[in-house]
C-alpha cells in the first residue's frame, strides 16, 4: 500500500475563515511534508515533519500552521487566508527525511480556494 | 540558470508513438532521480525511480539517466491516450529536499 489520503478533496474559504486539511498514511512513514502548487507550475516545498517534529519550514507565512498529532497524521490548519494562497496542496511522505534517497509518495491533493 | 530545466510542452504524439522526455541539471551533487506523473488537479504519482547512470525499464516505461552529462530521460513506449498527463522530473542528494524540474504536458491523441 503506497497511499497518502488527503481531506477534504476541494475546500472553499473566506478569508476570515479558519479550516483544516488533513493527510493520512499507513505506510510506516517517519517523514510527512506539504507541498503548494499552482497551475502549471511544480510543487514548492513547505514543511517537513521528520519523526512528529518540525524539520523544515521553508519561511512559509504564519497563516499556514502545521500539526503532526502522530507518526500517520499531518495537519494543515489555515487561518486569514488570501486569495493569492488558491492553490492545490499536496501531502507526502517519506521513508525518513535527511537519510538517503528517499521516495516521496504524493496524496491527491486538496484543492483550496479563497474568495 | 535553474537547477533543473525541463521543456514545458506541450508534447503531442499520436497514440502507439514513443514518448521521450528529458530533463537537464546543472547541480553534480544530485544523486537519485524520479519520475512524476500528474493528471490535472490529482497529486503526483510517483512512476520511475533511479540513483545510477544507466536505463531502468518498468513496463512501457524506461528511464534513463546520464550523470556524466547532468542528463535524464523518461521514454514511454506504445503511448494510450490515459498516458496525457504533466510528468514532473525530480532530483535530489541525500539530506537535501527534492528539486522538481517544472513539468511537461503530454497529449497522446486516439
Known amino acids: 500500500d503506497t497511499e497518502v489520503t488527503q481531506t477534504p478533496k476541494h475546500l472553499v474559504m473566506g478569508m476570515t475563515n479558519k479550516k483544516s486539511l488533513k493527510c493520512e498514511q499507513h505506510?510506516?512513514?517517519?517523514?510527512m511534508y506539504w507541498y503548494k502548487q499552482k497551475a502549471k507550475k511544480p510543487p514548492e516545498l513547505m514543511f517537513v515533519y521528520s519523526y512528529e517534529k518540525l524539520s523544515i519550514n521553508e519561511s512559509v507565512p504564519s497563516r499556514f500552521s502545521p500539526e503532526c498529532p502522530n507518526s500517520s497524521l499531518l495537519n494543515l490548519h489555515l487561518h486569514a487566508l488570501q486569495p493569492e494562497d488558491s492553490a492545490l496542496y499536496l501531502c507526502?511522505?517519506?521513508?525518513?527525511?535527511?537519510?538517503?534517497?528517499?521516495?516521496?509518495?504524493f496524496g491527491s491533493g486538496t484543492q483550496l480556494s479563497v474568495l | 540558470q535553474k537547477e533543473v530545466e525541463q521543456d514545458p510542452g506541450p508534447l503531442s504524439v499520436p497514440e502507439g508513438a514513443i514518448v521521450s522526455l528529458n530533463c537537464t541539471y546543472s547541480?553534480?551533487?544530485?544523486?537519485?532521480f524520479m519520475w512524476y506523473r500528474q493528471y490535472s488537479r490529482k497529486g503526483p504519482e510517483l512512476l520511475m525511480y533511479t540513483y545510477s547512470s544507466g536505463n531502468k525499464e518498468d513496463g512501457r516505461f524506461t528511464a534513463q539517466v546520464d550523470k556524466s552529462s547532468k542528463y535524464i530521460s523518461l521514454f514511454i513506449r506504445d503511448s494510450q491516450p490515459s498516458d496525457s498527463a504533466t510528468y514532473l522530473c525530480a532530483m535530489g542528494a541525500a539530506g537535501n529536499k527534492l528539486t522538481f524540474g517544472g513539468g511537461t504536458r503530454v497529449l497522446v491523441k486516439p
Open positions: 507526502a511522505s517519506s521513508q525518513d527525511y535527511g537519510g538517503d534517497l528517499p521516495k516521496l509518495f
Open positions: 505506510m510506516g512513514h517517519r517523514a
Open positions: 547541480n553534480s551533487a544530485f544523486q537519485y
